[in-house]
């Protein structure tokens, strides 16, 4: 994860911000809330941890602009004021989450990791497209230029395998780890063959091919339709 710390209390941050570096993780710190603020706008963070009381914009008012500002990164308001009714008003003003001050390090951590497989949860696509492809992965129904077109189960994975990768090198070994979920043999042919089948399907009644074959490395599916 890359965490924001919006913390006007350097030893409280140095002391987050070092133990989230130790357990893996990238972690930025601001003193200010406007600083805190233009960090938010710019980066790309899983999570924002902001104090209650900073310097300049309140840690409420600085959460109510974000929300206003169209950013929704979640976010895990850290105060002493701990009790119900500051808790209520934090939630309230857009946070994702209350801790107060003092606190454990692993409950925070815990508390981070939540927040973030709850918002990638929440933002996961249902629905690829690539080019002409259109993939619902709810339904599991796939088209083309609007026709629709039954896969098997297993070519419905590759298919997928290469549209969350569209117009990037798949090599065999990746389809074997994504689709087969084990190792073959990397010279086997089922892949070639599952491909095959595969491209019958998505290219039949077609002018233009985007399943491609790149010799000696792998496939890739061009959202050029070339």
């Given amino acids: 994860m890359h965490i924001l710390i919006i913390e006007d209390n350097e030893e409280i941050a140095s002391y987050i ?11 930025d710190h601001a003193l ?14 899983h999570v924002l941890v902001v104090d209650r009381m900073l310097p300049g914009m309140d840690g409420l008012e600085l959460i109510r602009k974000l929300r206003e500002d169209g ?21 309230n003003a857009g946070g ?6 003092p606190f454990a ?13 709850r918002h990638q949860s929440e933002n996961q696509e249902t629905v ?14 796939v088209w083309r230029d609007e026709k629709p077109i039954e896969l098997e189960p297993r070519s419905f994975s590759l298919l997928e395998c290469f549209m969350r990768h569209s117009n990037q090198v798949v090599t065999r070994e990746m ?27 998505i290219e039949k009644d077609f002018d233009v091919h985007m ?6 490395v792998g496939w890739t599916l061009s959202d050029a339709e070339s």
């Fill in 128 to 141: 690829l497209v690539v080019g002409g492809l259109k993939m619902d992965l709810l339904t599991r129904e």
């Fill in 105 to 117: 390090f692993s409950e925070l951590l815990a508390r981070l990791e939540a927040l973030n497989r």
């Fill in 211 to 216: 399943l491609l074959t790149i010799r000696g």
């Fill in 17 to 27: 911000v070092n133990k989230l570096i130790e357990h893996g993780h990238q972690a």
């Fill in 96 to 101: 994702d989450d209350y801790l107060g001050k």
């Fill in 32 to 45: 200010r809330s406007d600083e805190g603020g233009e960090m938010a706008a710019k980066g790309n963070y």
């Fill in 71 to 91: 950013i929704q990164t979640p976010i895990l308001i850290l105060s002493s004021l701990g009790d119900l009714d500051n808790r209520v008003l934090g939630l």
């Fill in 175 to 201: 389809l074997l780890q994504h689709v087969w979920d084990y190792n073959f043999d990397p010279q086997t042919n089922v892949v070639d063959v599952h491909i095959s089948r595969l491209r019958s399907k």
